[in-house]
């Protein structure tokens, strides 16, 4: 469902995909009906047997087809993101890449798409580029570890919470599984806060400081420290101090040297 109210289905045994307008008219949105995978505009594209799909974050459609393919429908054009059609396993770019029985996918605030790839038992990821890299799974079977030393049994679902972490339905396995999410350390790059993550939103925290020493990046400033409000601020460097009222001078942020004018 989109933001309009807009329901959109994967019509598996139709072959296409169908959009429920908040009226409740349906409409179809893509494909011709045929078992092909061209691409082209939606209605004479072929999308064979859509099993999933999710809405990216600019309204686009993300769809996993039977053809071991993932695409996309914007625009009125229906393309494929990544999947050579092979029924097997490679991480590369692209339709170099393969899958196999891709099903549920989920899409982070990056546009980064997960893809539960069912037969290959693993967690794949696209990445914005079209890179495609497995997250984790290797062979079928249930083990919880790190990327390739966790087992996954059929992936089927794909979600992602509010942290960030990818909670993974198991078709054979029975069970729900999470990938914690790899967060990188809160950091604004500025030396006046004091970063932290809340563990209840895994948000960033950015709190002023005051009085520590900093740099606020002029050589015509020293002594520079933390105001409590997030910004450094520093000592003007004092230049012509001779008392020549004859001459000015000043400091040259380049170079930190006085400049004289007569």
Do not use: W
């Amino acid at each position: 469902v989109d933001n309009h109210g807009v329901t959109y289905v994967a019509d598996y045994g139709n072959r296409r995909v169908r959009r429920i307008l908040a009226s409740g008219f349906v409409i179809t949105h893509a494909g011709s009906g045929s078992s092909t995978h061209k691409d082209g505009p939606a209605l004479q594209a072929g999308i064979d047997r859509p099993i999933a799909l999710t809405i990216g974050n600019s309204g686009e459609l993300f769809v996993a087809d039977a053809s071991h393919r993932i695409r996309r429908i914007s625009g009125g054009t229906v393309t494929t993101v990544a999947g050579s059609g092979a029924g097997s396993y490679k991480d590369e770019k692209g339709v170099a890449a393969s899958f196999n029985s891709p099903r549920g996918m989920a899409v982070d605030a990056e546009g980064v798409i997960y893809v539960a790839d069912y037969s290959n038992h693993r967690v794949r990821a696209i990445a914005p580029g079209g890179v495609v890299t497995t997250v984790a799974g290797s062979t079928s079977g249930f083990e919880d570890g790190i990327g390739a030393a966790a087992k996954f049994n059929a992936p089927a679902g794909i979600v992602i919470d509010h942290l960030g972490n990818l909670l993974v339905g198991t078709y054979d396995g029975h069970r729900i599984r999470k990938i914690a999410a790899l967060r990188p350390p809160c950091n604004d790059g500025n030396p006046c806060t004091k970063d932290s993550c809340a563990p209840d939103t895994g948000k960033c925290k950015f709190e002023p400081t005051a009085g520590g020493a900093c740099s606020d990046g002029s050589e015509c400033t020293s002594n520079d420290k933390c105001d409590g409000k997030s910004v450094c601020v520093g000592q003007a460097v004092q230049c012509g101090g001779d008392g020549n009222k004859c001459v000015t001078s000043e400091c040259d942020p380049g170079s930190g040297s006085c400049l004289t004018a007569f």
